[in-house]
Nanobody
Framework: QVQLVESGGGLVQAGGSLRLSCAASGRTFSGYAMGWFRQAPGKDREFVAAITWRGNSTYYSDSVKGRFTISRDNAKNTVYLQMNSLKPEDTAVYYC????????WGQGTQVTVSS
């Protein structure tokens, strides 16, 4: 059974930092891209960042580019999202995913940025 477990969310003041982690288990994830989406109250889920299997390519939404950094450790089947210079508009539930021919999602972790 595939499981993705996020951690690292919480409450932080504007301008602060958080580091999210997502550990995947239950199968081999060779060749899988990994990434993050987020969903704020009353809004659609939106793409945040993604990273290829070998980590040689990363992708970011315009809203987080320059502030967030995605990375991964394939030995641990884990993807990370370093979030700096956080803004109140970054407040959302953050979901990690893995994707190749199929996709799997985590249950989400809450990030709240106070002004």
């Amino acid at each position: 059974q595939v499981q993705l477990v996020e951690s690292g969310g919480g409450l932080v003041q504007a301008g602060g930092s958080l580091r999210l982690s997502c550990a995947a288990s239950g199968r081999t994830f060779s060749g899988y891209a990994m990434g993050w989406f987020r969903q704020a109250p009353g809004k659609d889920r939106e793409f945040v960042a993604a990273i290829t299997w070998r980590g040689n390519s990363t992708y970011y939404s315009d809203s987080v580019k320059g502030r967030f950094t995605i990375s991964r450790d394939n030995a641990k089947n884990t993807v990370y999202l370093q979030m700096n210079s956080l803004k109140p508009e970054d407040t959302a539930v953050y979901y990690c995913y893995v994707q190749r021919f199929d996709s799997y999602w985590g249950q989400g972790t809450q990030v709240t940025v106070s002004s």
